[in-house]
């Protein structure tokens, strides 16, 4: 199998945990991963034995995006896959010429935000897939739209790596986290610091711990010290898993109030961190869009509320802060929801369907 993604660890993100995972938990299966370089490759991809070859993403992403269509042709010349699995719509040059002229199939998935930000290269890249794995409801909608055969797609959400209820103490201050790069204002961070002063109004001493960073940290500062809750606001930076374990561990509510960008072409494909943080044992807050909708079952693992309202997002934080044992209880049902993501099964069906769509071949 021949995976063609410009994300790939030790790049954070979702996608790129995405594929880590599935190559990681493939069963009996031989891959060839070619992705972007960056910083620490080299140390991670000896650590983790993947066969990884790692093309130059320079400052030009157009040009690091043109140079890995190309890396994966010539892969694809060597390695000869039985399937491609193009993880990203950019991918879809090199996946469309693979499939052409060496008769291999092509599984694609789609994400959301990129359908949104490249229509022409997504309807391109869906036409010329035999398979399209669509994140959630949410995304197979974004694929249908672009003029997908809703025969090919799949709908199959990301996995977790799951584990029994943590048993360890939660922090004596009411404490809510958000686990979220620092780059998508959609994520909601300037809902939540308009949020803080109600939370606050109700539990003076709550905090607001933000695992993350990225250029849209000023802004959150500054708008922290302009709402006076700079001092409840914890901005921890970029930090290891562990350490974001040890949050997510600690923490009495997960908040991310993530809602659909002004052109409603974007915003959460499905939320992953929302079944990461359910295997924590917490229960989320979360907004009624996207694929936030697949990711929490509302009033049972959290509390689906408008993404654009502070006020309902103050008052769904404070209820669980206050009513803990509502709380404990929606964090085990998230533990137990977060179950069927593990990452064995959500490969496991991956893999089902790229064999289908060799076979079909």
Known sequence: MLVITPDFPPRPGGIQQVAHKLVSHLVNATTQVVTLDAAGSRTWDAAHGHRVQRVSAGRDHRRAVLRLNAAA??????????????????????????????????????????????????????????????????????????GADMGRVTVIPPGVDWRELPQTERLTTPSVVT?????????????MVRAL???????????????????????????AAAYAVADAVHLTGRVSDETRDHW????????MPSRLPANRGGGEGFGIVYLEAGVHGLPVVAGRAGGALDAVVD??????????DHVQVADAISDLL??????????????????AFAWPAIAGRVQSLMAEAVSSR
């Open 322 to 339: 206050i009513d803990r044992a509502r709380a404990i209880r929606m964090g085990a049902a998230g533990n137990e929801h977060a179950r």
């Open 197 to 223: 002063p109600l939370v606050r109004a109700r539990l003076p001493r709550a905090q607001w711990v933000v695992v993350g960073d990225g250029s849209l940290r000023r802004q959150i500062e500054q708008m």
């Open 299 to 308: 009033g049972a693992t959290g509390l689906l509320v408008d993404p654009t």
């Open 73 to 146: 042709l010539s892969s694809a010349r060597r390695f000869r896959p039985d399937v491609v699995l193009a993880m990203h719509i950019v991918a879809g040059p090199a996946a469309a010429a693979i499939r052409r002229t060496r008769r291999i199939p092509v599984v694609t998935y789609v994400h959301a935000k990129e359908v949104a930000a490249r229509p022409r290269l997504a309807r391109f890249t869906l036409l010329n897939s035999d398979r399209i794995v669509a994140v959630s409801r949410y995304t197979c909608a974004l694929a249908e739209q672009t």
């Open 248 to 255: 997510l561990d600690r923490a009495h509510v997960f908040a």
């Open 179 to 191: 686990v979220a790069r620092l780059e998508n204002e959609y994520k909601g961070h300037d809902v």
